[in-house]
Each structure stands twice: as structure tokens, then as C-alpha cells.
């Protein structure tokens, strides 16, 4: 008798429990894009340096 009374708030629970996993997930993903994203634009920024230096001293 007490199982069922308590279902719909282990559902609401677990419903809340989901929705900041999501929010969990999609902030970790956000997180490493933008690491990518900088880590890449920098590497592409020294790339971009370093030839202008080569064809400064030649």
C-alpha cells in the first residue's frame, strides 16, 4: 500500500534527478568545446606568428 502512495514522488525525484544530469552533461560538453575551440584558435594564432616570422627574416 505505502509503495504506491510513494511512486509518483520517487518519479518526480527521479525526474528532477534526470534534468540535472542533462544540465551536468551539457555544461561538461559546452566545457570541453570551448576548450577545443581556444585550443585550437591559439595553436592556429602561434601558426599564423610564426610564419609572419619566417618571412620577416628572410
Not at 534527478?17 to 585550437?40: D, S, Y
Not at 595553436?43 to 599564423?48: E, G, P, S
Request: charge should be positive; proline fraction near 2%; glycine fraction near 8%.
Amino acid at each position: 500500500m505505502n509503495s504506491t502512495a510513494s511512486e509518483p514522488l520517487n518519479r518526480e525525484k527521479d525526474a528532477l534527478n534526470m534534468e540535472k544530469k542533462n544540465w551536468k552533461m551539457w555544461f561538461r560538453r559546452l566545457g570541453v568545446a570551448g576548450f577545443m575551440f581556444f585550443l585550437i584558435k591559439g595553436l592556429l594564432w602561434l601558426a599564423v606568428f610564426f610564419g609572419l616570422f619566417k618571412v620577416g627574416c628572410s
